[in-house]
């Protein structure tokens, strides 16, 4: 009954925009949402609606929509047609979660989409007339920490411009490009996948001179269907820019086992090319390393935490010296680069150390955080998860992975309940894990709450957040 209530409420057209809003405005990921959900005094639980100008006019429409249901039942009322009335009235809320999906499309192909399409006739326009060095980072994770560390390095020695936050689509791009200067000596972008096809459009607005690939596995399965499909969809890159570099994370298996064995451009964390990765260790401090070829020697000393990013350090530091940065410019620029915000971000908190990696969404970042997690010094590892998001027909076999790997690293295992819930806990079972396992149905009141869970010296590991479209 409470469920069924929550659709009256009037916060509850706030909701279906905030569905939509959430959902990017894709009519098929907003309605498997609504499919789904029961509860809708949850929806907002965790964040708000973000009041854009195309979300006020949404919510209008809705209200518009609910009062002309309510007149429409009101006259019928009049009219003695009372089972009439008090059905639409009953279905209001039904009525209006669908029927605005008209209004939404009508806007999209009238409005949005020729409005859109041109943009991004103009963006390529501008991106091809650039003088500056374009680089192309694709990748199924790892794309931002690798251009920001780019972005960073390369920073020291010329006027570099790089796509913000996760704007790696085609609008997200062109707004970018029309906010170039011009004067870039380099523009880095970062190109975003979910359907065949998208790495060959966005290769094609962003003309790029080089490219780097930072890994491929099962993200984004539930739109692709098939990792052969992700495969050949990052590899449109390749396709691209033919015999211009392509540099490659080799201790990626899906990319290694797609390249010729003898590329010179593949990186790992034994180094790339001839450069030689030496002397590396990690603490909460950052991770550091030489890396050298022949008599050349460079330092490396960043505040990214673990091992796994050697790779991409050092395919950053190359590339630096073969854009023309000197090795002492190569050094200052990554003793600036920092962890991005919820990727391996550590923090202390009442003698604690948090890592917080809730953004990390892949099962690679998965067994990097927990071998981190196995090698910092610690009095208890505390190990938190929902689990993982979109991993297709791979999910039972992803999270049963995770039950084992946390199994062998982790004190103690928390995790937030959802549907991927039982998966890790039979994993753990079987794996006859012998810590303590907390099941949290309130996963906002725990993280706010964690100092209740942790004691000085402990270090905790969060890794990955379900956002409300999937609780």
């Not at 949850?42 to 979300?55: C, D, F, G, N, S």
């Not at 919510?59 to 003695?80: D, G, P, Q, Y």
């Not at 010329?158 to 791009?173: D, E, F, H």
């Not at 050094?331 to 962890?339: C, E, L, Q, S």
């Amino acid at each position: 009954m409470k469920h069924i209530i929550s659709r009256y409420r009037p916060l509850y057209i706030s909701s279906l925009v905030y569905m939509l809003q959430n959902s990017e405005y894709v009519i098929g990921d907003y309605l498997a949402w609504l499919s789904r959900t029961s509860d809708f005094s949850q929806i907002m639980y965790r964040k708000k609606l973000i009041e854009t100008r195309k979300a006020r006019l949404l919510k209008f429409l809705l209200w518009l929509i609910t009062l002309m249901l309510l007149l429409i039942a009101v006259v019928l009322a009049f009219n003695s047609l009372w089972l009439i009335s008090i059905f639409i009235l009953v279905l209001a809320p039904w009525i209006i979660s669908y029927i605005i999906i008209i209004p939404l499309y009508v806007g999209y192909i009238f409005i949005q989409k020729p409005k859109e399409s041109q943009m991004i006739i103009s963006a390529k326009k501008i991106i091809a007339g650039h003088k500056g060095i374009k680089i192309a980072i694709v990748g199924s994770y790892g794309k931002t920490t690798a251009k920001e560390a780019l972005r960073t390095v390369l920073s020291e020695g010329k006027k570099v411009a790089a796509t913000p936050g996760n704007q790696n689509t085609l609008i997200g791009i062109s707004r970018f490009a029309h906010k170039l200067k011009g004067d870039e000596d380099i523009i880095i972008f970062e190109l975003g996948e979910s359907h065949v096809g998208d790495i060959k459009k966005l290769s094609e607005l962003t003309q790029p001179d080089l490219g780097i690939m930072t890994g491929i596995n099962e993200a984004h399965l539930k739109t692709f269907k098939t990792l052969e499909r992700t495969v050949a969809t990052i590899f449109e890159i390749q396709t691209y820019l033919g015999e211009k570099p392509l540099y490659k994370n080799i201790d990626s298996i899906l990319v290694r086992d797609n390249i010729d064995k003898n590329d010179q451009l593949g990186f790992s964390l034994k180094g790339i090319g001839g450069w030689k990765v030496q002397n590396a260790k990690t603490s909460f401090d950052g991770t550091e390393f030489t890396l050298q070829k022949n008599k050349d020697i460079l330092s490396v000393k960043t505040g990214l935490l673990g091992l796994h990013n050697i790779g991409i350090m050092s395919a950053v530091a190359v590339i630096a010296k073969e854009i023309g940065l000197n090795n002492q410019q190569i050094h200052a620029g990554f003793t600036k680069i920092n962890p991005v915000e919820h990727r391996l971000q550590p923090r202390q908190h009442h003698g604690a150390w948090i890592i917080d990696d809730t953004y990390n969404g892949n099962i690679e970042g998965v067994e990097v955080g927990l071998e981190l997690l196995k090698t910092l010094p610690a009095k208890k590892r505390v190990y938190v998860t929902p689990g993982l998001v979109e991993q297709g027909e791979k999910s039972q076999q992803i999270h049963e992975k995770i039950g084992y790997l946390a199994a062998n690293v982790a004190d103690e295992i928390i995790l937030m309940k959802n549907s991927t819930t039982n998966i890790i806990v039979g994993a753990l079972e079987k794996s006859s894990y012998k810590g303590k396992i907390t099941l949290v149905d309130d996963p906002l009141r725990f993280y706010k709450n964690i100092d209740q869970v942790i004691a000085k010296g402990d270090v905790v590991l969060m890794q990955n957040d379900w956002t409300d479209n999937y609780h």
